[in-house]
Nanobody
């Protein structure tokens, strides 16, 4: 099983990035999926969540700026991030929810840095 996150980088405040998370080795289409982020010294924070049929939820701080989506045929999840702020700077991780056997899977993380 592998979740491969990509798309991070350095961007100025107000800019945009799109993160991707490609899954392999799992039946991607049946999993709830999510993006998390973490900064040094802080707990990992749930940013956005999406169900297999595309129902979404967001942390308040990103509502209206970030959009989570998925392409089940490509086993890929996305996070479109617009109007980025310096406080969005973090390592972003993709994750599956727990499956029927209580297993979860994490991607390796991709660094997003927003300069002011």
């Amino acid at each position: 099983v592998q979740l491969q996150a990509s798309g991070g980088g350095l961007v100025q405040a107000g800019g945009s990035l799109r993160l991707s998370c490609v899954a392999s080795g799992i039946a991607f289409s049946i999993y709830n999926m999510a993006w998390y982020r973490q900064t040094p010294g802080k707990q990992r924070e749930l940013v956005a969540h999406i169900t297999p049929i595309g129902i979404t939820n967001y942390v308040n701080s990103v509502k209206g700026r970030f959009t989570i989506s998925r392409d089940n045929a490509r086993a890929t999840m996305y996070l479109q991030m617009n109007s980025l702020k310096p406080e969005d700077t973090a390592v972003y991780y993709c994750r599956t929810d727990l499956d029927a056997n209580s297993r979860e899977y994490w991607g390796q993380g991709t660094q997003v840095t927003v300069s002011s």
